[in-house]
């Protein structure tokens, strides 16, 4: 037991481990930390739905940097992630605003889960009237008659 929560242990760390190299902190645990921040709700443009905190994307570490240059010059969080969505767009952002242009990413995964709702639901009733309203086949029919029989002649002694 213990080597399977070793393994399992072991097997964590690559997703616990972030990808900023010690050449890109800041000397300021202060901005270092806001930097962290900042950077867990920025998407690498080049990996899938991963924060570039995370990323060893080569454009990961240039958008750290980026984000750190800016807290240096004195740039407010805010201030940083407009400076960072100028120039990238809103696909950058890892919770995009609200917005007509981003309606399709935030409605449209409930719109997937709704229509396969309906549509699972719709089938399974259809196949319930189907299977409650069909016929007997005559062998049914006959095994049907012959428990009846049976149920009479028990009931008759």
Partial sequence: MRQLIFAFCIGLLPFAANAVEPDE????PVLEQRAREISKDLR??????QD????NAGVARDLRLLVRERLVVGDSDAEVIEYI???????VLLKPPLEPATYALWFAPIAFVLI???????????????????????EDENTVSEILR?????DAS
Wanted: proline letters at 0%.
């Fill in 150 to 154: 049976q149920n009479e002649a028990g």
């Fill in 44 to 49: 690498c443009v080049v990996c899938q739905n």
């Fill in 85 to 91: 969505r100028a120039r990238y767009g809103d696909y």
């Fill in 25 to 28: 902190m800041l000397t300021d």
């Fill in 52 to 55: 570039i905190d995370s990323s």
């Fill in 116 to 138: 396969g709702v309906f549509v699972g639901g719709g089938l399974l009733m259809s196949r319930r009237k189907q299977e409650a309203f069909e016929d007997l086949g005559s």
